[in-house]
Structures are given as structure tokens and as C-alpha cells.
């Protein structure tokens, strides 16, 4: 993957447990203290990997309960940002928080204009193309004006048949290795992926979905525990041929359909 100089997080709400978005309730509430500890110890591998200084983190906005997860409102690739039009009203809002760190750090904005909707989550850029998602959150104008966006890539639009995202059940391991989910929505994604791809590449499958998602930032690798996903614990194990391992427990943003890649945005 290519390097990535600097990292945008933000904080955690707290109308988070309460209010925050989610296709079924959990099993159990929301501790939000838990998520704070595990949200800084994110937080805190990315310092080490990029530097202290090179991690941009935004302050939580209680009026946006989903605010913590980035990764939807703007996608940054090259020189260019993209503020999103997230699928869901309630977090539109959230791209207005981004401007300032986004021209800090240098880059070209552009905003995503109506009828599009488009949620981060369901992007996935190999290096060499996008993947995207259509789901309940991200239409085909949303893709159409990522290809406006970055038109040096390829765009290829991949059919969501359960679950919230793309990235629910599948991420990069690096620039031609792809962590994929079991599940039946999973496999036909991956078949998709397989036939419109321009480029080749392998596929790692973890049994639980979840485990496929994890954050591959310059030569790490940051994925879920083997104890929280013991189905899985094989394929994490197989990570450590692709990168430098480190494993972080985000099971209560979980709780509201959040993963690994979901809180931070990672800029070249």
C-alpha cells in the first residue's frame, strides 16, 4: 500500500450508546467509558506508527452521536478530499468538522452534491482502483461522483447483499491481498470483486466477516483479537506474512456497527 503521512481520528460522542445509528440492537448496551479505552489505544498504535504529531485528532460533536466514525464522511486519496453525502440524514453534518485539517494538510476539497449518497465505509482503494459498494447507504450517483473525484482510477461498483457496508466484510491486507468474510453476501462480493478487477488479486477468508476488516497503515496491520473471533483465529494468524501485527478490541463500537477502518482516514 502506498505510505500514508498523517492519520485523522475524532472523539467519541457522548449521545454515542444512546443515539448512535445500528442495524440491530446489541446484545448488550454500550459501555462508553470501555469504548473511550478502546478507541485511545487505536488512537494511540496510530501515533506510533505515523508519529504523535501526524495523527489529526477532531473534537467529538455531541449533536453527530456517529461522529467517531470517519471513515464516512470524507474519503482522501492523492492530493484530493471528498466530503461524502452520507446515506443516513443524520450524519450530513459531520463533513463540516473535516475543512480545516483537510486544507491544513494541503489538500484539493471537493464536496458530493445531491442526488448522490455515498458512506466511507463502502469504499475500498486497493491502490490501483475503487471498489464501491452499493448499499443501503451509498447509491450509484455517490460512485459516479467518485469517478469524478479521482479520475486517474478505475471505479467498479460491487451489489451490498447484507450487511451495513462493503467493508462489513472485506479490506485491504495490502496492495493485492484482500481480507474477505465467509458469509454468503461476502462470497457473491468477492466474486463480483473478481470479475471486474483490473488488477489480480488474492484473497484471505476469515469466517466471521468482522474479522475481514483491519487497517493496513505502513507495513502494520491492525486487526481484531483472536479471543474476540476464535472462528478466525487462523486466518489473523496468516496476517503476519503481509505486515507488522497488532491486535486492538473495538468490541463496543461494534455494538453500533463499527469497525476497525471505520475511525480513522489515513492520508497520503
Do not use: W
Request: charged share 20%.
Amino acid at each position: 500500500m502506498s505510505k500514508y503521512r498523517a492519520v485523522i481520528v475524532r472523539g467519541i460522542s457522548a449521545s454515542l450508546p444512546a443515539e448512535a445509528l445500528r442495524m440491530a440492537e446489541p446484545g448488550s448496551a454500550l459501555d462508553l467509558e470501555q469504548a473511550q479505552r478502546q478507541h485511545d489505544a487505536y488512537v494511540h498504535v496510530l501515533k506510533d506508527i505515523v508519529g504523535a504529531d501526524n495523527v489529526h485528532e477532531l473534537p467529538a460533536d455531541d449533536s453527530c452521536p456517529d461522529c467517531v466514525f470517519v471513515e464516512d464522511p470524507v474519503i482522501v486519496c492523492g492530493a484530493t478530499a471528498l466530503l461524502t453525502r452520507p446515506g443516513h440524514p443524520s450524519r450530513r453534518a459531520e463533513g463540516k468538522g473535516f475543512l480545516t485539517v483537510l486544507e491544513k494538510l494541503g489538500l484539493q476539497v471537493v464536496q458530493m452534491e445531491e442526488p448522490a449518497c455515498l458512506d466511507g465505509g463502502d469504499v475500498l482503494f486497493t491502490g490501483s482502483e475503487f471498489f464501491i459498494g452499493i448499499s443501503e447507504r451509498t447509491n450509484q450517483a455517490g460512485i459516479d461522483q467518485v469517478g469524478r473525484a479521482f479520475p486517474t482510477y478505475p471505479v467498479h461498483g460491487v451489489a451490498v447483499e447484507a450487511g451495513l457496508h462493503l467493508k462489513s466484510m472485506m479490506s485491504m491486507v495490502n496492495n493485492d491481498v484482500i481480507a474477505i468474510g465467509a458469509s454468503t453476501a461476502a462470497r457473491s462480493a468477492r466474486q463480483k470483486v473478481t470479475d471486474c478487477a483490473r488488477s489480480k488479486y488474492d484473497f484471505l477468508e476469515f469466517p466471521n466477516d468482522l474479522a475481514a476488516n483491519m487497517v493496513h497503515l505502513n507495513g502494520h496491520i491492525l486487526h481484531v483479537p483472536f479471543d474476540e473471533f476464535p472462528e478466525s483465529a487462523d486466518a489473523l494468524r496468516e496476517l503476519s506474512k503481509y505486515g507488522s501485527t497488532v491486535a486492538l478490541s473495538n468490541s463496543e463500537l461494534n455494538k453500533v456497527d463499527g469497525a476497525l477502518t471505520c475511525c480513522s482516514v489515513l492520508v497520503q
